[in-house]
């Protein structure tokens, strides 16, 4: 995909290469997300090609963007070392998922 082409001229659904271009991925982690559920698709076609809809991508995007928002808040504050909210053990930003 192309980032010079419009957004509407792309059409309703990419494919997973299409996608993992665009988050910056390779297919098969594109595929794992999928696989997963935490990237919604569905299967198109006789052969059960995958595809991902445009506007469920952005919207996977801006949710990403909120969970680091609020992962970032959360170590920011004064909450953040308390283990009863944080499953019993005590959160600091050099333990966090990169």
Not at 70 to 81: C, K, P, T, V
């Amino acid at each position: 995909m192309n980032d010079s082409v419009p957004s509407s001229d792309v059409g309703r659904f990419l494919t997973l290469a299409d996608t993992a271009e665009i988050l910056s991925l390779s297919a098969a982690e594109v595929f794992d997300l999928v696989r997963t559920g935490e990237l919604p698709a569905i299967r198109l076609g006789t052969a059960g090609a995958w595809r991902v809809e445009r506007v469920v991508l952005e919207s996977f995007i801006e949710a990403k963007y909120e969970e680091s928002r609020r992962m970032a808040l959360w170590q920011q504050s004064d909450f953040g070392n308390i283990p009863e909210l944080s499953g019993g053990r005590i959160i600091r930003p050099e333990d966090s998922p990169s």
